[in-house]
């Protein structure tokens, strides 16, 4: 059975009496048999439940045609975006507004990827949006060899975040060269050279970090930085080891696990494989390990609870500092703390972030210590546009409105209740072999089987990722095997939003069995 709706409002207005949609998009006819006039219309599964409210009319797009448009991206823009569009179709993007996007045929969705976990406060968000524009009324740029109010007012205010003795704090553009610039600054500091990081991280794009990066895709064949050693991922559904208690998450592995209360096997054991590194493949002396809190890229990947304590006491006793990358994690976005290391009792070295900093607009940070600061101080370091006035507006404005908004709070309430009903899901479908994460980040591992825990092939996930997003969702996708669905929401979305994604995602893994 199906309904006829509006790929405008999600809902047909005829159907619901309510619409986001402009003016003119909302002529149909209605009848037995009838179909839709416009190509802006489909036919959705009657037994999902109404798309979510939103009170925006979006503005009817009018520019150019998606046939100009592709054209562009073929002969003018970076070649890789012709591999990257994500689905069979690209989705054309017109407008956001929080939770919200819109394509140039009207059509409304719930976006629950965030531009890669990058909209943190939701797009177009009134208040960031007034600051932004407030801003570019009175300064867009000056060089920082001036002094100026809106960089030293928002540089304090990231450091009152952070725990002592992180308090200085070097603005950038973007996530990669935060990662870049944290890596300069462990090997000036130590004196040391190698650098360890996960299996299956991503840390950034640039001819360095991609030397950081431990996953293939994002890597090219030339030479990268050297000194970079990529150790076993603590991964306690996919790798070697893991239970039942290993993860700070409301939702645990299915994998049976027999240690006692307090104790973790399977720590021991990846520790023990780090210990064989340091044994092995690394100089006695380090210059730093690089951590995601929580894998973003790499699928949403948790780790033992102890893991990071446990590392970061092996790198500092050989000469070592220990670098957060928060790029994905931070401001709120676990829920049970606003930093993601913050939730295995440590405190690095040095903290990088980027993304959610900004909401989307490019900026980034590196946060560290005096002491290392200090050590930096050996030559010039000068950025053009790391923390220009518009840049430090907007990221100030992201703070307040965190805070305003209860935006860390929400992520804690919405994210376990998604987490949980997922794992209801997970324990339905044979297909679905792990649920994890904190607040909104999010994975959902998908499998050929439970008991293999073999990767669902790429088609497969392509058939389910396109159905899902037919019916109105956008999410992500990520894992070294691209076998992990990705929920990295706008931290402003809703339970009601939740049970619409619940009904699309079992509704797309029902049909997708259905059709094996």
């Not at 569009?85 to 140039?104: C, N």
């Not at 870049?180 to 190698?194: E, I, K």
């Not at 439970?450 to 392509?462: C, G, N, Q, V």
């Amino acid at each position: 059975m199906y309904k006829v709706v509006s790929s405008l409002s999600g809902r047909c207005a005829g159907l619901t009496g309510q619409s986001c949609c402009s003016p003119g998009f909302a002529k149909f006819h209605l009848g037995s048999g009838a179909v839709c006039q416009q190509s802006a219309f489909k036919y959705q599964p009657a037994d999902l439940p109404e798309m979510p409210r939103c009170n925006l009319k979006p503005e009817e797009y009018k520019t150019m045609s998606k046939e100009q448009i592709m054209k562009i991206r073929r002969q003018n823009c970076n070649p890789v975006t012709m591999k990257i569009t994500y689905y069979k179709k690209p989705l054309f993007i017109h407008q956001g507004y929080m939770q919200w996007l819109w394509d140039v045929d009207g059509r409304r969705y719930l976006d629950l990827f965030a531009g890669v976990a990058t909209v943190s406060v939701g797009h177009c968000h009134p208040k960031l949006t007034a600051a932004a524009v407030k801003q570019l009324k009175r300064l867009w740029h000056t060089t920082n060899i001036y002094v100026h109010p809106t960089l030293h007012e928002y540089c304090e205010k990231l450091a009152s975040h952070l725990p002592d003795p992180l308090k200085v704090i070097y603005l950038t553009n973007s996530g990669s060269e935060a990662n870049d610039l944290a890596m300069l600054m462990a090997r000036l500091h130590t004196g040391n050279f190698d650098i360890i990081s996960f299996r299956g991280s991503y840390h950034g794009g640039t001819q360095q970090t991609m030397g950081l990066t431990s996953n293939s895709p994002y890597k090219y064949p030339i030479s990268t930085s050297s000194g970079c050693t990529h150790i076993m991922c603590p991964d306690v559904f996919r790798g070697v080891w893991g239970g039942s208690h290993c993860r700070d998450s409301p939702v645990q592995t299915i994998r049976e696990c027999s240690c006692a209360q307090g104790h973790c096997m399977a720590n021991e054991k990846y520790i023990g494989q780090l210990k064989e590194a340091f044994s092995t493949s690394l100089p006695s002396r380090i210059a730093a390990f690089f951590g995601e809190p929580i894998q973003g890229m790499g699928g949403a990947v948790q780790y033992p609870k102890n893991f990071f304590k446990d590392t970061y006491k092996l790198v500092r006793e050989r000469g070592g500092i220990c670098i957060a990358d928060e790029v994905q994690t931070g401001f709120g976005r676990t829920g049970t703390h606003f930093w993601g290391f913050q939730g295995y009792d440590v405190i690095p070295d040095v903290v990088t972030m980027a993304k959610g900093i900004g909401n989307g607009f490019p900026i980034g940070a590196v946060v560290t210590t005096p002491e290392i600061a200090a050590s930096f101080a050996k030559a010039y370091h000068f950025n053009t546009f790391g923390g220009s006035p518009i840049a430090c507006a907007v990221a100030s404005s992201v703070l307040d409105i965190i805070k305003e908004d209860g935006l860390q709070q929400n992520s804690l309430n919405v994210g376990t209740y998604l987490l949980k009903e997922l794992a209801k899901l997970r324990d339905k479908y044979e297909i679905i072999g792990d649920v994890r994460g904190k607040g909104l980040q999010i994975g959902v591992e998908m499998v050929k089987d439970k008991a293999s825990r073999e990767p669902l092939s790429p088609e497969a996930m392509s058939e389910i990722f396109e159905d899902i997003k037919d019916m109105g969702v956008l999410i992500g996708k990520g894992g070294v095997y691209g076998q992990t669905f990705r929920i990295q929401p706008p931290m402003c979305i809703t339970n009601e939003d939740v049970d619409f994604f619940l009904a699309v995602f079992n509704k797309a893994i029902h049909n997708y069995m259905e059709r094996k």
